[in-house]
């Protein structure tokens, strides 16, 4: 048998307190009630990832598969002393550059975001 809440409780906060316990409520779905409640009771609080976030990390991981395919490629031609064409290397460079630069700019953004927060 579950009890009845028939008791209140006011809470003075701060108003960046109010705005970050508003903010936590709504990335987890959940009421304001239940933010302080999961903190009385212990209670783990799970936060709701994002789907572009979810989209990025599976897209990460398909280029970071990638990459570890072309190297396997060319340190395996390195081995047998294969010549692998300078164009082609250069090309791969340039793509490896691209990617660095973008993922830096995806931790830039991401860093600015919690820093918002």
């Known amino acids: 048998m579950t009890s009845?809440?028939?008791?209140?409780f006011q809470l003075r906060l701060t108003q960046l307190e109010k705005v970050k316990a508003e903010?936590?409520?709504d990335d987890l779905g959940i009421t304001l009630s239940d933010v302080f409640r999961s903190v009385?009771?212990?209670?783990?609080?799970v936060f709701h990832i994002p789907d572009v976030n979810?989209?990025?990390?599976?897209?990460?991981g398909k280029i970071?598969?990638?990459i570890?395919?072309?190297t396997k490629v060319l340190n395996t031609h390195n081995k047998f002393?294969?010549?692998v064409p300078y164009d082609v290397i250069f090309e791969l460079k340039e793509q490896?550059?691209?990617v660095s630069t973008q993922i830096d700019q995806i931790r830039e953004q991401m860093d600015y975001d919690c820093q918002a927060d």
Do not use: G
């Open 4 to 8: 009845q809440r028939l008791c209140k």
């Open 23 to 25: 903010q936590l409520a």
């Open 40 to 45: 009385i009771y212990k209670k783990f609080l």
């Open 54 to 60: 979810i989209r990025t990390y599976l897209k990460l």
């Open 64 to 66: 970071s598969n990638n």
């Open 68 to 70: 570890n395919q072309i």
């Open 81 to 83: 002393n294969a010549n």
């Open 96 to 98: 490896l550059a691209n």
